[in-house]
């Protein structure tokens, strides 16, 4: 194999495989070969990487590297779509519970097509659309070399959004939905951070499995905006970080129960009020944390209310879980796309090269778009 040097890898964090890897320009030439034999020579690629940790918007960098020929075990892939989700921005600052080898690419979720496969793959094949198994593949580039388990196939008649978005936000809201509390039709579940990625995809998929909502978000100049576009997604009741503390509060429990599920994405303060609302012996399951603070439970609610503090991570339970589980999971949530009942959530598209103003314009506050790149 024609290699320039060694120094981005397809499996960042689990290592190379043998004489497998991605491999930057430095200065080598040579045409974008039609043939993926494992002896041909590397094609062309546009990558977004970063060499060392920091301010993403400083650090990651347009380079273009050399894609290796396909083996037997491995997949080519044409990246479509990939989107900018908080994780891609903590790994990129160093600050995430995995990280890549450096340097790296950018980017943990993605989606996009089989263009060639090794004589040894069985579960894919040329066209079928295909996202990551696990975090830390690299999705930011235009074209990849993986190996057959490192991906999963998704079906190519829901949109194009939908698929990009669907291994992290989705997969995350459904397990917290279904594995803390044995939920029933008619219960209730509060969350705060409701118009994040998770959040959007709690609404929709609580709605689809009969349960109701109460969802936090901080004020904003167009809060009346964003509470009706969270209604439109199912979501039952809209109140501010500041509403959620007002003794007006106990007055939407005269018409729903208090919520046996809580999910924190936020902690701090909005964390502490999450537990105030939660029934006797209910859950609060943590997530993220945005707010940068600690989660305060006050030692009565956990005394006298019995509530019980959990954390929740999807790498983890991929860990926990065979591929298989992990596929049928992304199963489940394609039927409620097809079904109309889980859409994307809100996205812009933008182009690779204009990486550095998305890269901004995901950490700016109150954000409730999600900055997708088109590959």
């Known amino acids: 194999m024609w290699v320039c040097g060694a120094l981005f890898r397809a499996r960042p964090l689990a290592g190379p495989r043998q004489g497998q890897g991605l491999y930057p320009a430095s200065g080598c030439r040579g045409p974008a070969t039609s043939s ?67 340097p790296a690419v950018g980017g943990n979720e993605g989606v996009g097509q089989v263009v060639a496969v090794g004589s040894n793959v069985t579960r894919v094949k040329p066209g079928d659309w295909v996202i990551p ?39 995350t809201a459904y397990r917290m939905l279904m594995d803390f509390e044995q939920l029933q039709p008619g219960d209730c579940v509060i969350q705060n951070a409701s118009n994040s990625g998770v959040g959007q995809a709690v609404i929709q998929i609580a709605t689809a499995l009969g349960l109701r909502t109460i ?26 970080e500041e ?10 429990f005269k018409a729903i ?15 502490t009020e999450l537990l105030r609302q939660l029934a006797p012996g209910g859950t609060m399951v943590t997530y993220g944390g945005m707010a940068k603070q600690p989660v305060i439970a006050p030692v009565s609610l956990l005394i006298f209310k019995d509530l019980k503090l959990r954390g929740f ?33 809100a996205c812009s598209e933008v182009p690779l090269q204009d990486y550095q103003h998305v890269l901004e314009a995901s950490m700016k506050p109150f954000v409730s778009s999600k900055q997708i790149l088109t590959l």
């Open 313 to 345: 991570w999807l790498s983890q339970w991929k860990k926990d879980h065979s591929p298989d589980q992990f596929r049928e999971l992304i199963l489940i949530l394609c039927n409620f796309i097809r079904q109309g009942q889980l859409t994307a959530p």
């Open 215 to 240: 969802n936090v978000v901080r004020d904003r100049p167009d809060i009346q905006k964003l509470t009706d576009r969270l209604k439109n997604l199912g979501a039952e009741h809209v109140i501010t």
């Open 36 to 102: 993926y034999s494992a002896s041909a020579e590397p094609s062309w690629v546009r990558a977004l990487v970063y060499g060392h940790h920091g301010d993403p918007a400083k650090v990651v960098e347009l380079k273009n590297l050399e894609l290796p020929a396909v083996g037997g075990s491995d997949v080519r892939v044409k990246m479509l779509a990939a989107p900018i989700n908080p994780s891609d921005i903590n790994m990129i600052q160093g600050n995430y519970g995995l990280l890549p080898k450096l």
């Open 133 to 171: 198994a696990n975090p830390g593949l690299g999705t930011w580039r235009t074209e990849a070399v993986f190996s057959e388990e490192e991906l999963i196939g998704v079906p190519s008649d829901i949109p194009l959004q939908c698929a990009a978005t669907l291994g992290v936000n989705p997969c």
């Open 243 to 252: 509403g959620l503390r007002k003794p007006e509060m106990k007055n939407i």
């Open 257 to 271: 129960p208090q919520p046996r599920l809580a999910l924190n994405c936020v902690g701090g303060k909005s964390s």
